[in-house]
């Protein structure tokens, strides 16, 4: 199986690659549009800032490549969030594969998000063997609101999605490569879809 992590300068990149080495598989790190193509499975990850990133994407012309791919694609923290129609941070075009803005939490929480909360109503075959209220990792400080491609949700001062689906397209706001046991499952079920 051909695994694509796709770099473009805006990703943890490294911790992906190893959680998915512990799930013994090799992982390759990668901006080239063939070679993207060509995977079976490509993780679009994301760390930092939303405005930054998308001009990252767009310098590769990654953001025309990734919304046409027909393989599975998981996007994870930011990554979720660029596939979507916008975001509030930077006031960012996103690549509109979810329809849905992102939203920054508001002032009644302490905002970024950091740690661990519980996962709930999980609706895919992406949470096989994850039970309901499970933990998970996660840094944010902006936030997607329940929606129609809603396939999991938490709560922090409102109910949120934690992840996202799409036909091919998967998204989670949380880290798998940080959130232990259920985390490690979240990403060998994505492996096996």
């Known amino acids: 199986m ?18 998915i080495q512990r799930l013994g598989f090799e992982a390759v790190l990668s901006s080239n549009e063939a070679e993207i193509k060509a995977a079976n499975k490509v993780i679009f990850p994301g760390v930092g800032e939303a ?46 594969i979810f329809e849905a803005p ?19 109503e999980l609706s895919s075959s992406l949470f096989k063997n994850i039970k309901e209220l499970e933990y998970v990792y996660l840094v944010h400080s902006y936030y997607v609101a329940e929606c129609e491609q809603t396939i999991a949700t938490s709560e922090y001062g409102v109910k949120y999605s934690t992840a996202l689906k ?6 989670v706001q949380f880290h798998p490569e940080k959130s232990s046991n259920a985390g490690e499952q979240i990403l060998k079920n994505f492996l096996e879809l």
Do not use: H
């Open 2 to 19: 051909k695994i694509v992590i796709i770099d473009y300068g805006a990703g943890n990149i490294q911790s992906i690659k190893f959680a």
């Open 51 to 96: 405005s930054s990133a998308m001009r990252m994407l767009k310098q590769s012309k990654l953001d025309l490549l990734i919304p046409t791919l027909k393989q599975p694609v998981l996007g994870i923290c930011l990554g979720m969030q660029l596939m979507c129609t916008k975001s509030e941070e930077g006031d960012t075009t996103g690549l509109g």
């Open 102 to 120: 992102v939203i920054k939490f508001n002032t009644s929480v302490k905002v970024p998000q950091i740690g661990w909360n519980q996962i709930s």
């Open 166 to 171: 799409k036909d091919n397209f998967y998204g």
